[in-house]
């Protein structure tokens, strides 16, 4: 990747301003509401108007799935890749440079036009910065669309085959029947015992350590 980020550096700074600047600007995040396809949920923000955007064009070219995988795919060699990182956070960099440094690594990847587009347009309006946060805003999106719940459960010791799907059947109760449970697990020895499950916007503490700190909050008051 390293490589490739270095070649592609090169070669953008070539480009000349005129043949640089043919990167459409295909999202408006300040369309007329009524232009945009509806997405399932609301994301508010700067990244929420950039991923609402994305959502809709998506929708309109039938792109969806192809878009998010692409967009994915560079948000985890953004995140991954600290050359990539820091050619994208330099502000000495021309804009038309970091464009086509990532327009080479999504077309190498056979993306679809419009992920090129969405990068093309983050360069222009100088938000390649908030390109992970963009893209993540845009996955909740997506998840939403499939119907998919994220759900974090935190425990003392991993859970075990039979445990994790009993308690997965348990939270089915906090959900629509046309949703879908995405279920994290994380291991977290200060707990002590029970869990922790942060389920859409409900957050539950069934810790040992939380009913720990209620007993000694109430003794302290006690005294």
């Given at each position: 990747?390293?490589?490739?980020?270095?070649?592609?550096?090169?070669?953008?700074?070539?480009?000349?301003?005129?043949?640089?600047?043919?990167?459409?600007?295909?999202?408006?995040t300040?369309?007329?509401?009524?232009?945009?396809?509806?997405?399932?949920?609301?994301?508010?923000?700067?990244?929420?108007?950039?991923?609402?955007?994305?959502?809709?064009?998506?929708?309109?070219?039938?792109?969806?799935?192809?878009?998010?995988?692409?967009?994915?795919?560079?948000?985890?060699?953004?995140d991954?890749?600290?050359?990539?990182?820091?050619?994208?956070?330099?502000p000495?960099?021309k804009?038309?440079?970091?464009?086509?440094?990532?327009?080479?690594l999504?077309?190498?990847?056979?993306?679809?036009?419009?992920?090129?587009?969405?990068?093309?347009?983050?360069?222009?309006?100088?938000?390649?910065?908030?390109?992970?946060?963009?893209?993540?805003?845009?996955?909740?999106?997506m998840?939403?669309?499939?119907?998919?719940?994220?759900?974090?459960?935190?425990?003392?010791?991993?859970?075990?085959?039979?445990?994790?799907?009993?308690?997965?059947?348990?939270?089915?109760?906090f959900?629509?029947?046309?949703?879908?449970?995405?279920?994290?697990?994380?291991?977290?020895?200060?707990?002590?015992?029970?869990?922790?499950?942060?389920?859409?916007?409900?957050?539950?503490?069934?810790?040992?350590?939380?009913?720990?700190?209620?007993?000694?909050?109430a003794?302290?008051?006690?005294?």
């Open positions: 990747m390293a490589s490739q980020v270095f070649r592609a550096t090169r070669m953008a700074a070539n480009v000349p301003i005129s043949q640089a600047g043919l990167a459409v600007r295909c999202l408006s300040s369309s007329v509401h009524s232009d945009l396809a509806k997405a399932p949920i609301k994301v508010f923000g700067v990244q929420g108007r950039y991923a609402h955007a994305i959502y809709s064009a998506a929708t309109k070219q039938k792109c969806l799935e192809k878009v998010e995988k692409d967009l994915m795919d560079m948000k985890q060699s953004i991954s890749d600290i050359q990539l990182e820091r050619l994208i956070a330099n000495f960099m804009r038309q440079v970091k464009r086509g440094v990532l327009e080479e999504l077309r190498k990847r056979n993306a679809h036009e419009l992920s090129l587009k969405v990068f093309g347009t983050l360069s222009e309006n100088n938000r390649l910065g908030s390109a992970s946060e963009i893209i993540e805003a845009f996955s909740r999106i998840e939403a669309h499939r119907g998919e719940v994220r759900c974090t459960i935190t425990t003392a010791k991993k859970l075990n085959n039979d445990q994790l799907k009993n308690v997965k059947d348990s939270l089915q109760g959900i629509a029947k046309n949703q879908k449970l995405q279920i994290a697990t994380e291991v977290d020895p200060k707990i002590i015992g029970g869990m922790i499950v942060d389920i859409d916007d409900k957050y539950i503490d069934m810790s040992i350590a939380s009913r720990i700190k209620k007993v000694m909050k003794m302290n008051t006690a005294t």
